[in-house]
């Protein structure tokens, strides 16, 4: 496939092989809207289950699931409240580790493909980790989960493997788009309502835009891509610099503090550090769209005019 860089598109030719009918799970969701999107602007054959229909907690409702036929499997349900997960692990495990696995274990035995996501807290983002990874964690570095959702989704991912069935992991970090409740529409909303805003300059990563992510896993599918890869937006910054790129797009005044994470604990630690290196993703699908590009373009179509700061 040739280079995604600005669009992250796929060419239908590479997507014939494909297994299908897709079904998207916890498509109430970024990731899973925007996969449901993409699938029906191909025209591809999908069903698109919200927790409603599909909860991984139940097993007769996965098992519902599989009464129909099922090609290629996207698992972007899952326990995503970092803090919550603190109170309530077995909560967080049954969701990101049991469930993932009884998935895994069924599409190995309907013979279909899994697509399932993770998280860049899987890693511990220790400052030695940071010089040893410049160019952020490859997908074989030692993991260290500091909190429990981290835990939980590293479980998830060891339980998908461990099924032998045909699994592509997609770790991905710092996800946001136009809809639902992300950093991108919450800063936007408060730069609106505030003259100054404290965001945390201390924690670093790679912001990625839900759509170009669906995107790309396509491509990573249609590559062959197989086992757990990388996927985040193109460079990386800190959170204080994602808001600032946010309130620059908006063209507004409002001041943009930095602060650090002691200044403000919350039940879960998060790592200092958290870039994923993505080599082996752009290797299959070309360079990735530059964080900036993409939330000038995702603040653009929130109905605010976007600049090109």
Known sequence: MSGVRGQSDVPDIHLRSLRTPFVVLGAGGMVGGAWAAELARRSIPHRALTRGVCDLTDRASVERVFA??????????????????????????????AGPGLLAE?????????????????FGGSAADAQTYPRGYPEDA??????????????????????????????????????????????????????????????????TEASTLARVSMGLLAGGARGVVHA??????????????????????????????????????????????????????????????????VVSSLGERATSA
């Open 68 to 97: 129909e036929d099922v090609g290629t499997l996207v698992n972007c349900a899952a326990w995503t409240d970092v803090d919550g997960a603190e109170k309530n692990e077995a909560g967080a495990f049954a969701v990101n580790e």
């Open 106 to 122: 069924r599409c190995r035995e309907a013979g279909a493909t899994l697509v399932h996501y993770s998280t860049d807290y899987v």
């Open 142 to 207: 030692p993991t260290g989960p500091l909190n429990a959702y981290g835990r939980s989704k590293l479980a998830g991912e060891r339980a998908v493997l461990a099924s032998g069935c045909d699994a592509l992991i997609v770790r991905t970090s710092w996800v946001y788009h136009h809809t639902g409740r992300n950093f991108v529409r919450t800063i936007a909303a408060l730069a609106r309502e505030r003259e100054d805003l404290r965001v945390v300059a201390d924690q670093h990563g790679r912001p």
């Open 232 to 297: 985040a937006g193109g460079g990386r910054c800190t959170w204080h610099e994602l808001a600032q790129r946010v309130v620059d797009c908006l063209g507004l005044r409002t001041r943009v503090v930095p602060c650090a994470s002691a200044e403000y604990p919350r039940p879960a630690r998060r790592p200092a550090f958290s870039v994923l290196d993505t080599d082996r993703a752009t290797r299959i699908v070309g360079d990735l769209p530059d964080w900036r590009e993409e939330v000038a373009r």
